[in-house]
T-cell receptor
Framework: DGGITQSPKYLFRKEGQNVTLSCEQN?????MYWYRQDPGQGLRLIYY???????QKGDIAEGYSVSREKKESFPLTVTSAQKNPTAFYLC????????????FGEGSRLTVL | DAKTTQPNSMESNEEEPVHLPCNHS???????IHWYRQLPSQGPEYVIH???SNVNNRMASLAIAEDRKSSTLILHRATLRDAAVYYC?????????????FGAGTRLTVKP
């Protein structure tokens, strides 16, 4: 079945460690997105990519990095520079067209110990 | 910043209609209005979208004001499974402006 797969679903890390969250889609979508969600809050855009080898910063990119080497993959690295990384991370994709709906993964919950 | 404003929370009784408002006073002529909803501990799911005319699908209806500065998502008969956070966002139809920004949304509580 087509969809978006995020892994791992739960992740624990120690302070000062980098961690990479995986996002893979087999929908042949051009655009991919990473969002962060804190408890009781809405989604905040971290990075987005409209095409392979290109990506743009969202509202809260500091302390995060991404790559888009393949159309189907858009991994997010949470670096040690991110001061408060504990959150729920959501990946999404869409066609690069104006009416394209967003398809979301199930999310990755990161906890820093 | 999000370009839309929504009430933080709303309540409804089961099997009654629900009207969820969204203001987007700075909407441009090329912006589509999208609605998503998020169930607890899940990623958001698409509900409906429109440009100028009212839209209906199996999940909901979308009523768009004539000046397009506001819209209303209508759930015709709320069920307990409709309890979720509902997000209204704008999507520019220009390919080069593809950032999808969500606000805080409206938390809908459905009472039995």
């Amino acid at each position: 079945d087509g969809g978006i797969t995020q892994s791992p679903k739960y992740l624990f890390r120690k302070e000062g460690q980098n961690v990479t969250l995986s996002c893979e889609q087999n929908l042949n979508h051009d655009a991919m997105y990473w969002y962060r969600q804190d408890p009781g809050q809405g989604l905040r855009l971290i990075y987005y990519s409209q095409i392979v080898n290109d990506f743009q910063k969202g509202d809260i990119a500091e302390g995060y990095s991404v790559s888009r080497e393949k159309k189907e993959s858009f991994p997010l690295t949470v670096t040690s520079a991110q001061k408060n990384p504990t959150a729920f991370y959501l990946c999404a994709s869409s066609q690069g067209k104006y009416t394209g709906e967003l398809f979301f993964g199930e999310g990755s919950r990161l906890t820093v110990l | 910043d999000a370009k839309t404003t929504q009430p933080n929370s709303m309540e409804s009784n089961e099997e009654e209609p629900v009207h969820l408002p969204c203001n987007h006073s700075t909407i441009s002529g090329t912006d589509y209005i999208h609605w998503y909803r998020q169930l607890p501990s899940q990623g958001p799911e698409y509900v409906i979208h429109g440009l100028t005319s009212n839209v209906n699908n199996r999940m909901a209806s979308l009523a768009i004001a004539e000046d397009r500065k506001s819209s209303t998502l209508i759930l015709h008969r709320a069920t307990l499974r409709d309890a979720a956070v509902y997000y209204c966002i704008l999507r520019d139809q220009g390919y080069n402006n593809n950032d999808m920004r969500f606000g805080a949304g409206t938390r809908l509580t459905v009472k039995p």
